[in-house]
């Protein structure tokens, strides 16, 4: 595998313009070869889905898609390629879907925005008003896994991926700034000699191009760092001559269509699209270049969509889903508040006094439930570390003490299928609930 990274960034030195290709040298990836030119992928047990468009001569393009297509099936997988872009699309006939898209500067003309914005300018006055300095950091420093530089960093992306709502990613997106080191380019924020902010900019090489891959702040950065960082990695590269830089794909931004539109908005919750957007957008591009999916017509985009996000969630959303529900995000816990209403509401209805021992204790349940459905709304809205202690507590002595009425007030009176059922339901809602916001209150606690 060694060999085929280094065979492999020998030919994106020759052939490497894609924005993500310099990404394919991280771990995880396969290779398919093909005389100059090489695809890398993920294998996620149905599909390959390819990092970008093929490391090779734009002419070969059609040819070298259709190859990995067929070497794909032959292998009885599906085929994909994610994060293409204009040139890629142009070149091929294969099927593409607009899945957002990416900022690009000229470095040179860094300067010139700054004077065009005065917000951004501020902001930059904030970060070093607060003592925070920007410095390059050398190969040196990357690699020594001993050194304090080193370990600032690994603290960092510690922070930064644990404070998520959801769980790590891989593909394209996974936080791998010490492979090659003496092919980036990278910048730490400091606060007296304390990292709180971190930059790695990777090569586009036949693109006289950076992409400023990692963006990571520590929670307790002073306003204005991630700026400041993008200022000093501009500054660098224009120091360079280098021509073009971006911040990379800005997730279903732009003119995207149908289920991805509506992806966008219900999935705010789990990822702030339109804040990634706004904070690129207020960096002010001279452009934004669209990227695509690009895929076999006969295998259709949804299709192509599922293997993507297969690959992005190191091979198994199940389990990706699970970890990410164990972090307890704000949209679990605005779910469990707005299954509490309609129960809450079903078990004030005289119907249903029968599963109660008085009068009274239904209505001490219903007024329970109901103060605890607002506080949980509450607490997904600005998270208080003070109230979410305080629900958890309220919820177990709920799990606690619905297992107690159940066992010695409604078990025996349960004579059907439906009276377990429910007898079920209402016992287990609480243990999760409970089990769900002690693990979102000890991951916020550790994280931020």
């Not at 468009?53 to 898609?65: C, H, I, K, N, T």
């Not at 960093?153 to 010490?178: N, S, T």
């Not at 605890?372 to 709304?377: E, G, T």
């Amino acid at each position: 595998m060694a060999d085929d990274r280094a065979r492999a960034l020998a030919l994106l030195k020759r052939h490497g313009w894609n924005a993500t290709s310099f990404q394919i040298l991280e771990a995880g990836f396969r290779y398919w070869f093909d005389g100059d030119a090489c695809i890398a992928y993920m294998d996620t047990g149905r599909a390959w889905v390819a990092a970008g468009a093929p490391v090779g001569a734009p002419e070969r393009f059609d040819e070298l898609a259709a190859g990995f297509v067929r070497a794909a099936a032959a292998a009885g997988r599906r085929a994909c390629f994610f994060a293409t872009e204009a040139r890629f699309v142009r070149a091929v006939t294969l099927a593409c879907l607009t899945i957002g898209e990416q900022p690009a500067w000229d470095p040179a003309a860094w300067d010139a925005s700054l004077r065009a914005s005065r917000s951004l300018r501020e902001q930059l006055r904030r970060a070093r008003a607060k003592g925070v300095t920007v410095r390059a950091v050398s190969a040196a420093e990357l690699t020594d896994e001993a050194g304090a530089t080193r370990r600032a960093i690994e603290a960092i992306i510690a922070r930064w991926l644990g404070a998520k709502p959801m769980a790590p990613m891989g593909f394209l997106v996974q936080v791998d700034p010490f492979s090659f080191a003496e092919e980036r380019r990278c910048f730490v924020a400091e606060v007296d000699g304390r990292v709180v902010g971190f930059l790695a900019a990777i090569p586009i090489y036949r693109r006289n191009g950076w992409f400023l891959e990692d963006l990571l702040r520590d929670p307790t950065a002073p306003n204005g760092t991630a700026e400041l960082l993008v200022d000093a990695a501009m500054g660098a590269a224009a120091a360079e001559g280098v021509g073009y830089a971006t911040l990379g794909l800005a997730p279903l931004a732009g003119d995207v269509r149908g289920a991805l539109r509506t992806a966008r908005a219900w999935g705010s919750a789990l990822y702030d699209f339109d804040g990634v957007h706004a904070f690129k957008a207020k960096l002010r591009p001279a452009a934004w270049e669209p990227i695509y999916l690009s895929y076999p017509p006969s295998g259709g985009g949804a299709r192509a969509v599922y293997d993507s996000l297969v690959a992005f969630s190191r091979g198994g959303l199940l389990r990706f889903g699970v970890e990410t529900l164990l972090r307890g995000p704000a949209i679990v816990v605005r779910l469990l508040a707005l299954l509490l209403v309609p129960w809450t509401i079903a078990i004030a209805l005289p119907a249903h006094a029968p599963w109660f021992p008085a009068r009274w204790i239904q209505l001490g349940w219903v007024g329970f439930d109901a103060v605890v459905a607002v506080a949980l709304f509450a607490v997904t809205l600005r998270w208080r570390p003070w109230l979410a202690t305080v629900l958890a507590v309220a919820i177990t002595f709920d799990a606690v003490a619905t297992l107690v009425e159940a066992t010695v007030y409604n078990v025996p009176r349960a004579h059907r299928v439906g009276d377990a059922a429910v007898i079920a339901i209402a016992s287990a809602g609480p243990i999760a609930a409970a089990f769900l916001l002690w693990r979102a209150r000890a991951h916020r606690a550790r994280w931020t």
